[in-house]
């Protein structure tokens, strides 16, 4: 059996897919199975069983000697969430019980950090050990992974095999239930589909226009195969980035959804809302160095690419992958 957790969420359920296309068969999907629309996402897929989030660590207790890997990608994901003891349990505390469980039942775990940890960039975008001491997350989501990653590096007892990815600005389909959390790209798709017209954030930050704050875009199915290639090549533990290694501006990312659905440029610019101003990343890309040098050398799909695949096959024809 292989466990995913968040299986109904975005990366989750596109990893099941994933898995599904590769002959897994026997997933186990973790998740609160609560949200009925969001629940579609796992439309199709082949799973052995549905259990909760809540259930989920004794389940473990009477399971664990059958699963072969563990996919921990539930999370409370809202980077503008501030219940610092709701992040606690759900992101730091419940991933130390899902980490203490692998190593009790010997199942090599993935798990899910995020680029949120780098907070403004100040100590640049390099995954090697030492780098969580120094972060400075500008976010309490960012601080509750950052949490768990220090603290699984300081584990002298650790599962036979594990790897933290810190994923920069995945985009991709199934994400549409994440509101204001949601990627650029699929705000971007649903306002000009509206409007014929795209506002973007101004730039606060003398040192970049407007619309040339870049940041680190990943197309999901990316992510998803490097979630595979782990799980296949069971070595090298540690902390991994996972974005596609290249920052592009704002504007390139619009421009390619406005050329997706062949509609005339029309950009716009409005004040980044106060509540996230002070917290804004102008600048993030991965250094995907450290990943290539244990063996994985697949292409990134270029932001162009993998937006029009998004728009054309997915969000135009309302589809779930």
Aim: glycine share 6%; proline share 2%; with cysteine.
């Amino acid at each position: 059996m292989i466990v995913v957790t968040g299986a109904v969420g975005f990366i989750g359920s596109c990893l099941i897919e994933k898995l599904n296309a590769e002959g897994f068969n026997d997933i186990v999907a973790v998740d609160l199975f609560e949200n009925q629309e969001k629940n579609k996402n796992l439309t199709g897929k082949k799973l052995l069983h549905n259990i909760s989030r809540e259930s989920f660590i004794d389940w473990l207790d009477e399971n664990g000697s059958k699963v072969e890997f563990i996919f921990h990608l539930g999370a409370r994901t809202d980077t503008a969430e501030f219940d610092t003891e709701l992040l606690d349990r759900l992101n730091t505390d419940y991933t130390k019980n899902v980490w203490k469980k692998c190593i009790t039942h010997q199942i090599p775990l993935v798990y899910a950090s995020s680029a949120a940890t780098y907070g403004d960039g100040a100590h640049g975008y390099n995954d090697s050990h030492d780098q969580p001491f120094q972060l400075e997350p500008l976010n309490p989501y960012g601080v509750s992974k950052n949490e768990f990653d220090k603290w699984a590096l300081k584990q002298e007892t650790q599962p036979l095999f594990w790897a933290g990815l810190k994923f920069f600005n995945v985009y991709g389909p199934n994400e549409y239930h994440k509101g204001r959390m949601a990627s650029v790209v699929f705000h971007a798709y649903n306002q000009i589909k509206k409007t014929n017209g795209m506002r973007l954030f101004r730039s606060h930050n003398p040192d970049f226009k407007n619309g040339e704050q870049m940041r680190d875009f990943v197309y999901v199915k990316d992510v998803v195969e490097v979630c595979c290639f782990l799980m296949h090549n069971r070595r090298n533990s540690g902390i991994y980035n996972l974005g596609s290694g290249k920052a592009r501006t704002f504007l390139d990312l619009t421009k390619a959804v406005f050329k997706a659905l062949d509609v005339k440029e029309d950009i716009d610019f409005i004040d980044t809302p106060e509540d996230i101003r002070e917290k804004y990343q102008y600048f993030t890309e991965a250094d995907m160095s450290k990943l290539k040098s244990i063996g994985y050398n697949r292409e990134f799909t270029s932001l162009e690419e993998g937006i029009e695949d998004y728009v054309g096959n997915y969000l135009q024809e309302n589809l779930k992958y």
